[in-house]
């Protein structure tokens, strides 16, 4: 199952008469083989985990959403950028559509890119750490390779029957054990409304770093920076993972599941920046962008804006 070619009739906009006020769509190319390191957009068009998960379905536009919407933001990077292209479910195989995702993710790391992966379910976030470990694998000694996943849910739910957008980091952590590999997870955002006793044990039996979204608020971010940066410390690598229902549903929502409280995007920010400038960061990925029940875009452009924010290179 191939990657789709990039399709570059989403990156239009504006043009500017001033010198240097470039926009996104005037400076991203199409990747190409001799495309020198850079932020490499990568779709993945698939909701198969949401269905599966019995969510409402339409988050395999999201990718081609978040394009459009980051088409005309204001250019502010020094290095390159590509649009790779999606990957997509084939005939609700979403086993397949990983396994893809993960050989298209480390083709990207070996060739020196960092990707954004843009969502698509939260299943993506399975297929993103395969490709990751894969470019990180070490027979002489395990990989440190830290998750943070800001979202309401902890998606730790049982792979045993398939899996789903609830199931990424379950399979994640079965992968580490089999690979006795450490599972370094941190969910922050988690809704305890919508999380079960029994995935907050487990939660607790993986020691996942957990922070509610009732505990971020603007007087704990500083705390919460020093929480992220001594988990940063014990690591080598990062996959950052953010799912956009973990924002308010009046911020951002046309999402799978609408988020009742959620945290703002005005607290999720400088989070990010820390992550990003940590020199850690080997991966980025946005899931759940729902463009069928969006509201004027507002969902695609908080999604934009967090790629441009993730994008900035100084």
Aim: aromatic share 4%.
């Amino acid at each position: 199952m191939p990657a789709e070619r990039p399709d570059m009739a989403a990156w239009s906009g504006r043009v500017d008469p001033e010198a240097d006020a470039l926009r996104w769509h005037q400076c991203i190319q199409p990747l190409a083989a001799a495309s020198p390191p850079g932020v490499a957009l990568l779709g993945f068009a698939c909701d198969e985990g949401v269905r599966r998960n019995h969510g409402r379905v339409g988050a395999a536009a999201g990718p081609q959403a978040i394009r459009r919407a980051l088409a005309n933001l204001a250019w502010h990077r020094r290095g390159p950028a590509f649009d790779a292209g999606d990957v997509a479910c084939a005939d609700g195989d979403l086993e397949a559509a990983q396994r893809q995702l993960g050989a298209r993710v480390a083709a990207l790391l070996a060739a020196g890119h960092r990707p954004i992966v843009l969502g698509g379910g939260h299943e993506l976030a399975y297929g993103s750490w395969l490709g990751l470990a894969a470019h990180l694998h070490d027979a002489r000694q395990p990989p440190r390779l830290g998750i943070v996943n800001f979202d309401a849910h902890f998606d730790l739910r049982d792979p045993a029957g398939g899996a789903t957008s609830g199931t990424p980091f379950a399979q994640i952590a079965a992968q580490c054990a089999a690979r006795g590999w450490p599972l370094r997870y941190a969910c922050l955002g988690v809704s305890r409304a919508s999380n079960t006793r029994a995935l907050f044990r487990r939660a607790s039996e993986l020691g996942v770093l957990v922070r509610e979204d009732r505990e971020i608020r603007e007087g704990s971010l500083a705390a919460l920076g020093a929480e992220l940066d001594a988990f940063v410390a014990g690591c080598d690598a990062l996959q950052l993972s953010i799912d956009l229902d973990g924002l308010p549903a009046w911020e951002v929502p046309g999402v799978s599941a609408p988020a009742a409280r959620g945290v703002a995007l005005d607290l999720l920010e400088p989070l990010l920046e820390r992550l990003r400038d940590s020199g850690k960061l080997r991966l980025a990925e946005l899931a759940e962008l729902n463009p069928a029940h969006d509201i004027d875009q507002r969902s695609a452009r908080v999604a934009a804006r967090l790629v441009h924010l993730l994008s900035l290179d100084g």
